[in-house]
């Protein structure tokens, strides 16, 4: 399984470049762009609960949303609750991109299956919902019995 995980890698980096290219002039790196996404459907969300959203570590999530802080794409607030907790939200400016943003992120996927049926693309999304719910599974405390693999 080497080669497809080789393949997810390629397309991931691949992305993240093509992000950086169509959102230029916004000054938002590839890999900030999950983080608006998860905010314009969660806002108010918390520092770590955005980390365990995300999938990454907690010093990822503090220094991405410094960054994003920095070019008024986010603004976070203590919690009234628990003035420990940060809760996060987008500002206006972030506001005023999501449909170009989601224009771009939606251009890259009709890019990357533009020769697929729509049976093909329907087959595509149900397989790799199956194999990020596995690997969330395991980040969320499963355990992984493999044995290696000759696919190189």
């Known amino acids: 399984m080497h080669a497809f995980m080789r393949q997810i890698s390629v397309t991931y980096r691949c992305a993240m470049l093509y992000r950086e290219k169509e959102l230029a002039d916004t000054g938002l790196a590839g890999c900030q ?10 806002p108010g969300i918390s520092q770590e609960e955005l980390a365990r959203y995300l999938n990454v570590n907690k010093s990822s999530v503090a220094r991405q949303l410094a960054n994003l802080e920095k ?8 919690s009234p609750e628990d003035r420990r907790v940060l809760l996060v939200y987008p500002s206006q400016r972030a506001m005023d991109i999501h449909d170009r943003l989601f224009e771009v992120l939606f251009g890259w996927s009709d890019y990357l299956t533009a020769d697929f049926s729509d049976e093909e693309k329907q087959q595509l999304l ?16 499963g355990s992984c019995a493999c044995a290696p693999s000759d696919d190189t």
Do not use: S
Request: charged share 30%; hydrophobic share 40%; net charge positive.
């Open 71 to 78: 070019k008024g794409y986010v603004r976070r607030e203590a």
């Open 126 to 141: 149900c397989m790799m919902r199956r194999v990020a719910d596995r690997a969330e599974a395991y980040v969320k405390g």
């Open 33 to 42: 762009t999950p983080y608006l996404v998860a905010l314009y459907r969660m």
